[in-house]
């Protein structure tokens, strides 16, 4: 099958050099030439270019920019593909994106494949990156089931888990597993960083993997951190205000003596995450 795939970065290239290898032929878009140039030298793809006009013969295209990217990106390569090809995104979060996009091309079919690592670019572009990853597909009431059935059988050539769901449900669940995350593990680092200079000396020295664990995702990149808080701002705000409740009820547990209830919280709590990571 002849697939583009515009936005070679991690994701793009990722999913590029997958498919490429199952003997598909693709076709990468980027905006520079550089990264035409590498992904052709890595054999990330069969044609490179900056110019969409290469698209014209492909039968899926894969948006694979930032989110912020995505509705300008399929403005700019519509008129140069052929009616019934279908496009997905790669964004992670679906319900502004599906809005936007789907009333641009009727064959769109919002997409999420939830998979990464911390870096970026064409040079993290890497095999076998989905393995055992879920993939969402976010169809709503006007995509052609055969669309989805197509993108399903990607997902699963990838070996990854595709799922189908509303993308205001995707986006939802998506808040409580990764997005609140963030903003919980990066305002725990602004909290310590607000003790007395000396404190702060040994609780450096100290630090290990409690607190390499729990400040990961908010010490990444901040980039991603204002992604997710612009593009799923409600959704987000919502399990903030949770999360300040649940917070607010353990501080009142402790101001209390109230180990009982503490305790009780604190078993609920271990039996219910080995749930989340199975
Ligand atoms: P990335 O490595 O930075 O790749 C994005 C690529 O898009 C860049 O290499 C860049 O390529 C191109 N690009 C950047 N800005 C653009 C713009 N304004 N217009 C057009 N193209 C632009 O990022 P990524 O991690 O692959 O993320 C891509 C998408 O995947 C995002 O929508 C993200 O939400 C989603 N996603 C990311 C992860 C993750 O963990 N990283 C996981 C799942 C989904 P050129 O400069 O060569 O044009």
Request: negative net charge.
């Amino acid at each position: 099958m002849k697939i583009g795939i515009v936005g070679l970065g991690l994701i793009g290239g990722s999913l590029a050099i997958d498919l490429r290898s199952q003997g598909h032929q693709i076709f990468g878009i980027s905006r520079k030439e550089i990264t035409c140039k590498i992904a052709l030298e890595r054999k990330i793809v069969d044609l490179a270019s900056t110019n969409s006009n290469i698209l014209n013969e492909t039968e899926i295209v894969f948006v694979c920019t930032p989110i912020k990217a995505i509705a300008p990106t399929i403005e700019q390569i519509i008129p140069h593909l052929h009616s019934q090809t279908i496009i997905t995104d790669v964004g992670s979060v679906k319900q502004p994106v599906v809005e936007t996009c789907s009333q641009l091309w009727a064959n769109f079919v919002g997409g999420h494949p939830m998979a990464g690592t911390a870096e970026s670019g064409i040079e993290a572009a890497q095999s076998n990156l989905f393995v055992d990853a879920s993939y969402v597909f976010t169809p709503d009431k006007n995509t052609s089931p055969e669309a989805v059935e197509r993108l399903k059988a990607i997902a699963l050539s990838l070996n990854a888990v595709p799922y189908i769901c509303d993308a205001k449900i995707h986006d939802r669940a998506v808040s409580w597993i990764s997005h609140l995350p963030v903003m919980v593990s990066t305002s725990l680092i602004t909290s310590c960083l607000s003790d007395e200079p000396e404190i702060l000396q040994l609780a450096k020295q100290l630090a290990s993997s409690g607190f390499r664990d729990t400040s990961r995702v908010g010490g990444g990149n901040p980039e991603l951190g204002i992604m997710m808080a612009k593009y799923n701002r409600a959704e987000l705000l919502r399990s903030l205000v949770k999360y300040r409740q649940s917070l607010d009820k353990v501080i009142t547990l402790i101001e209390a003596e109230n180990w009982d209830n503490l305790e009780q919280i604190l078993q609920t709590n271990q039996q219910a995450r080995p749930k989340f990571l199975n």
